[in-house]
């Protein structure tokens, strides 16, 4: 449910910049832009934001647009098919706040090909 709040703690809505680790597993990995999408055990779940052209065209991405977590002002897209969890204070520093639009946009395919609640 989408809930940012200017309290200094990341919510549902906002952009947090955190370390991702790589797919492989082998410790390397990339700080990078997170869409929060909710919590879950304490921990909070977010989508990993890329801004690369070709993901416009891939089905396990949906663009939320452009922001100022993105230097160039790029459109970017939120990855569906991988949630990361993470702690709170992992997060390096909040990037933005998605307009509830956007947000919705995201929950809706998370809700539609997911069954999230």
Same mark, same amino acid.
């Given at each position: 449910m989408?809930?940012?709040?200017?309290?200094?703690?990341?919510?549902?809505?906002?952009?947090?910049w955190?370390?991702?680790?790589?797919?492989?597993?082998?410790?390397r990995?990339?700080d990078?832009?997170?869409?929060v999408?909710?919590?879950?055990?304490?921990?909070?779940l977010?989508?990993?934001?890329?801004?690369r052209?070709e993901?416009?065209?891939?089905?396990?991405?949906?663009?939320?647009?452009?922001?100022?977590?993105?230097r160039?002002?790029?459109? =970017?897209? %939120? $990855?569906? *098919? /991988? +949630?990361l969890?993470?702690?709170?204070d992992?997060?390096?520093?909040?990037?933005?706040v998605? =307009?509830a %639009? $956007?947000? *919705? /946009? +995201?929950?809706?395919?998370?809700?539609?090909?997911?069954?999230?609640?």
């Amino acid at each position: 449910m989408y809930a940012p709040r200017p309290d200094g703690a990341a919510d549902p809505g906002e952009v947090v910049w955190a370390w991702v680790p790589y797919e492989e597993g082998d410790g390397r990995g990339k700080d990078r832009p997170l869409l929060v999408v909710g919590r879950a055990r304490g921990r909070l779940l977010g989508l990993m934001l890329s801004s690369r052209p070709e993901h416009a065209t891939d089905r396990q991405w949906v663009s939320v647009g452009s922001g100022t977590w993105d230097r160039q002002g790029r459109e =970017s897209f %939120a $990855r569906l *098919d /991988r +949630v990361l969890e993470f702690r709170e204070d992992a997060i390096r520093r909040e990037g933005a706040v998605l =307009s509830a %639009a $956007r947000f *919705d /946009r +995201v929950a809706d395919e998370l809700r539609t090909r997911f069954g999230w609640s």
